[in-house]
């Protein structure tokens, strides 16, 4: 453990135990942790139509998924829970996992390569409050221009995947 906690680590939530007081004063607000893994299931439920599914991402979707976010400048974008937007939380710094020795590795994660990896910087007090306490204990990425799409993935349509790919590169 540092002298000063200027992380905490994300395996599935942000905080796996406890913090001390004395963590706790220290917390600079930096969050580390995978935003997309490649073919990795992920939940979805359409609002609508209440249609549960689950959608993945190859390692080549997650690369144009990462960069068009950047592109598109939704760094700032951010909410809780998917619902409350929130001020004073920033994508600061963000990856793609390549080769064996991945700087991922400095705060205890084994991902595959391809995994698009980031840290989150929370300066909004409230939020890090909720960090602390831990009524927030995760985060994802947002962003319109992969929601269309994943409304109609399902297993019984897996050629979507490769038709979202498709879009995604261009073709």
Known sequence: MQNELEHIELIGKFLERSLSEKEKEDFKGLLYGPLLIPDQLIYRRNEDTNEEYYVKYSKETIRQIAYNYMKQSKQ????????????????????????????????????????WFGTLKVENEEVKQKVLNKEVLGFSIEGNFIAEKEMYLSEQQPTLIEELEAILKGE
């Open 76 to 115: 700032n974008n951010a909410t809780v829970e998917h619902q409350e937007v929130v001020e004073g939380v920033s994508l600061v710094e963000a990856w793609l996992i390549e080769g064996e020795h991945d700087k991922s590795m400095n705060f205890n994660f084994s991902l595959p390569e391809g995994t």
